[in-house]
């Protein structure tokens, strides 16, 4: 049973944007506390982008700040990360996160963004 689906990835060119999304089963995103996306670079561990919990407070690292808006329409059951002025640095699988109330937690199979310098 799929969960957690994203979406929206691809290439595009240093400057650029992206917008993804990732949908949620309704069973659990009405149960999510915290969602969020991370991503992980080749030959690289995987690390937090952003995070948006249930009352709307956001997190973002520190590399993205400025730059990436994690946002999420309830009505849709979706959670989006709009990516402007994109890098190469940014080249990454992006998975999408949720942590349920219970603390049971939740991953997407990825979506791969490709920045070109």
């Known amino acids: 049973q799929v969960q957690l689906v994203e979406s929206g990835g691809g290439l595009v060119q240093a400057g650029g944007s992206l917008r993804l999304s990732c949908a949620a089963s309704?069973?659990?995103?009405?149960?999510?506390?915290?969602m969020g996306w991370y991503r992980q670079a080749p030959g690289k561990q995987r690390e937090l982008v952003a995070t948006?919990?249930?009352?709307?407070?956001?997190n973002y690292a520190d590399s993205v700040k400025g730059r990436f808006t994690i946002s999420r329409d309830n009505a849709k059951n979706t959670v989006y990360l709009q990516m402007n002025s994109l890098k190469p640095e940014d080249t990454a699988v992006y998975y999408c996160?949720?942590?349920?109330?219970?603390?049971?937690?939740?991953w997407g199979k990825g979506t791969l963004v490709t920045v070109s310098s």
């Open positions: 948006i919990t249930k009352f709307g407070s956001t």
């Open positions: 996160h949720l942590l349920r109330d219970d603390g049971m937690d939740y």
């Open positions: 309704g069973s659990i995103f009405s149960r999510g506390i915290v």
